[in-house]
């Protein structure tokens, strides 16, 4: 069975300024994800049903911002925690 991987257009802008050693982090957290999305925390209230995955990217923490079901996983945003869920809500 093959899972799907979309990429909504924040997470794009947001992946497109990265540096290359901080996309290699990333990719190791998109495919923890991929592997077991129940890795990252369910939000609550307004993002109810979003799940986000905490990770170390170049001595920083970063946030991957997710949705999921059996076959599909669709990649929200991923940063720094600074406004990160604020900017998540619009």
């Not at 909504?8 to 300024?17: D, G, Q, S, T």
């Not at 890795?39 to 991957?64: A, I, P, R, T």
Request: net charge positive.
């Amino acid at each position: 069975m093959s899972i799907s991987l979309e990429q909504k257009p924040a997470f794009k802008r947001a992946y497109k300024k990265l540096h290359a050693n901080q996309r290699n982090a990333i990719h190791a957290a998109i495919r923890v994800v991929l592997a077991d999305p129940t890795m990252g925390q369910e939000k609550k209230g307004d993002l109810s049903g979003v799940f986000v995955y905490k990770f170390d990217c170049v001595g920083q923490q970063f946030l991957l911002a997710y949705q999921w079901n059996e076959i599909k996983r669709v990649l929200l945003a991923v940063g720094p925690h600074e406004n990160f869920y604020g900017d998540l809500k619009r």
